[in-house]
């Protein structure tokens, strides 16, 4: 089955500065990798989604990549901000079937 | 973006009860949907997955007796966990895919104390 590693387990930047975060994964056969962000006590939001058939893609702040070469995926967020703390997922399916998630990073945004 | 809702957000209830947990997408027909458990500082393990109108498929290890899965329209899943011991106690989340399977949207999660 499909194996999604997510290191490291915490990250801290100064406030302004970008955040990388990087995902691998095991199954060629993947083609959906969505990020989701986690505040405490609340259910995971998705902040953004890439499939396979594009390399790279952008929302404001975020951008995600993916080489499918070496099967890893990463988040960038851009001009951090205080309340990008919180916990970072990545996840790894073929279409619609089951998430295969990341053990999550938490991010913290040292004001 | 598509909105999926969990209820209650919070339970308490006592050893031995059963309770139950809904699952609902509110503006789009879930034809799938996900069960998550969560301990805390730890990532999301998924319990089972359950299609519209047939029986729920549950991961390794997960109880079926135990936690019941109930997928009986687009809209709704419930989840009812069975005679509730202490250690039961846990963060359940849901989420829902649809038609078309593009993307996966997260309830907010649900609370659960057992007491």
């Known amino acids: 089955g499909e194996n999604v590693e997510q290191h490291p387990s915490t990250l801290s930047v100064q406030e302004g500065d970008s955040a990388v975060i990087k995902c691998t994964y095991s199954?060629?056969?993947?083609?959906?990798f969505p990020w989701y962000k986690q505040e405490l006590g609340k259910g995971p939001q998705l902040i953004i989604d890439?499939?396979?058939?594009?390399g790279e893609k952008k929302d404001q702040r975020i951008a995600v990549t993916l080489n499918k070469t070496a099967k890893h995926f990463s988040l960038h967020i851009t001009e951090t901000q205080p309340e990008d703390s919180a916990v970072y997922f990545c996840?790894?399916?073929?279409?619609?079937?089951?998430?295969?998630f990341g053990k999550g990073i938490t991010l913290s945004v040292r004001p | 973006g598509a909105v999926v809702s969990q209820h209650p957000s919070r339970v308490i209830c006592k050893s031995g009860t059963s309770v139950k947990i809904e699952c609902r997408s509110l503006?789009?027909?879930?034809?799938?949907m996900f069960w998550y458990r969560q301990f805390p500082k730890q990532s999301l393990m998924l319990m089972a997955t359950?299609?519209?109108?047939?029986?729920?498929?549950?991961e390794q290890g997960v109880e079926k007796d135990k936690f019941l899965i109930n997928h009986a329209s687009l809209t709704l899943s419930t989840l009812t966990v069975t005679s509730a011991h202490p250690e039961d106690s846990s963060f359940y989340i849901c989420?829902?895919?649809?038609?078309?399977?593009?993307?996966?949207?997260f309830g907010e999660g649900s609370w659960l104390t057992v007491v």
């Open positions: 989420s829902a895919t649809d038609r078309v399977g593009n993307t996966i949207y």
């Open positions: 996840a790894a399916s073929k279409g619609n079937s089951k998430l295969t």
């Open positions: 890439i499939r396979s058939n594009v």
């Open positions: 503006d789009f027909q879930a034809t799938t």
């Open positions: 359950s299609n519209e109108g047939s029986k729920a498929t549950y």
């Open positions: 199954d060629s056969a993947s083609n959906y």
